[in-house]
């Protein structure tokens, strides 16, 4: 069984679906006491676009092993792809009593708060993920998006450099540095982020937007 599940697990992968559909079907039909199956076919579902389905898989996976982590963690992404954001949140903090030192975990519990505007929860989420793993550039962006909303500038230009520091291409961190700069009324530093993001995304709208208006204001006749 264990063969049929790496084999469709690299399958998918590979973008071979309906090869990966094949091989987790057999590892099911194998072992059907086996939760990991059910798991795998339903992040396959999740993955093709299909997180209604996924549904009965990982609750099946759920059902032979309670604490099966990767199922619980998976209904909890069926539930966000259904904008059922409360009920993927549910899930989260379910899959957190199983393994609280999960940054994915609180990533998405930071996704769902956000989409249910709850800005404090939110926060505190991201925030967690990026102690869980300094890597996690995703989340130290959406870390620093909250704080610069909250009007924590300089923390969040902080978190805006460390992303650039490890991902020189992140097109969105460059212009979020550009706005904070024209916060602090930094013209040129902020033309010269907007510039940068753009060097990177040639069809960044908000950076191009934001060039335009440092352009126009340093046009104005004085």
Do not use: C, W
Not at 91 to 104: E, G, H, N, P, V
Not at 117 to 146: C, K, P, W
Not at 174 to 179: P, Q, S, T
């Amino acid at each position: 069984m264990e063969d049929k599940l790496q084999q469709g697990i690299e399958a998918m992968n590979k973008g071979q679906f309906e090869t990966a559909a094949k091989f987790f079907n057999d590892a099911i039909e194998e072992d059907p006491k086996d939760p990991n199956g059910y798991t795998h076919f339903g992040h396959l579902l999740v993955t093709l676009g299909q997180p209604e389905k996924a549904l009965s898989f990982y609750e099946k996976a759920i059902s032979l092993k309670e604490d099966h982590l990767p199922a619980i963690y998976g209904l909890g992404n069926a539930f966000y792809n259904l904008q059922e954001y409360k009920q993927a949140l549910k899930k989260y903090q379910l899959a957190l009593t199983a393994d609280d030192q999960s940054s994915d975990v609180y990533y998405m519990m930071g996704l769902s708060y956000l989409r249910l505007n709850q800005t404090g929860s939110a926060l505190a989420s991201f925030q967690r993920a990026v102690e869980l793993n300094h890597e996690d550039i995703d989340a130290r962006f959406q870390y620093g998006l909250l704080l610069a909303h909250i009007g924590q500038i300089e923390l969040a230009e902080e978190q805006f450099k460390k992303v650039i520091s490890q991902d020189p291409e992140h097109a969105d961190a460059y212009y979020n540095l550009g706005v904070s700069a024209m916060y602090h009324d930094e013209v040129e530093l902020a033309k010269q982020y907007f510039e940068k993001a753009l060097a990177v995304q040639k069809d960044h709208l908000l950076a191009a937007n934001g060039l335009k208006k440092i352009e126009e204001r340093l046009n104005e006749p004085k």
